[in-house]
Nanobody, 128 residues
Framework: QVQLVESGPGLVRPSQTLSLTCTVSGDSITRLYYYWGWIRRPPGKDLEWIATISYTGTTYISPTLESRTSISRDTSKNQFTLQMNFVTPEDTAVYYC????????????????????WGQGAQVTVSS
């Protein structure tokens, strides 16, 4: 059974850095052709893809967020981490980590509907 669990602070001050870690069990983040991503849902809005990291460590980041966002991994702990700098209240959302199979010609990291295993979500509020 693949499980993903998000962890990190629930409250972040404006202009500071948001850091969330996803711990994976039941699978390996280095498993061939599988990718691991972060997706969020702001209150009252649709799901928004943020970033994805591949089984080799290649990263993909949403163009609208890439100037202040990074994704990394710790293969020894089977974890991957999202870091978002200079947050504002508009970054308030439920943040999900999820897995997506790759390998198809049409594969895109931003295709949210292709993510098959999800964490339970972590509420992050940006407020002073």
């Amino acid at each position: 059974q693949v499980q993903l669990v998000e962890s990190g602070p629930g409250l972040v001050r404006p202009s500071q850095t948001l850091s969330l870690t996803c711990t994976v069990s039941g699978d390996s983040i280095t498993r061939l052709y599988y990718y691991w991503g972060w997706i969020r849902r702001p209150p009252g809005k649709d799901l928004e893809w943020i970033a994805t990291i591949s089984y080799t460590g290649t990263t993909y980041i949403s163009p609208t967020l890439e100037s202040r966002t990074s994704i990394s991994r710790d293969t020894s702990k089977n974890q991957f981490t999202l870091q978002m700098n200079f947050v504002t209240p508009e970054d308030t959302a439920v943040y999900y980590c999820a897995r997506v199979p790759g390998g198809s010609v049409s594969w895109k990291p931003s295709r949210i509907q292709d993510y098959d295993y999800w964490g339970q979500g972590a509420q992050v509020t940006v407020s002073s």
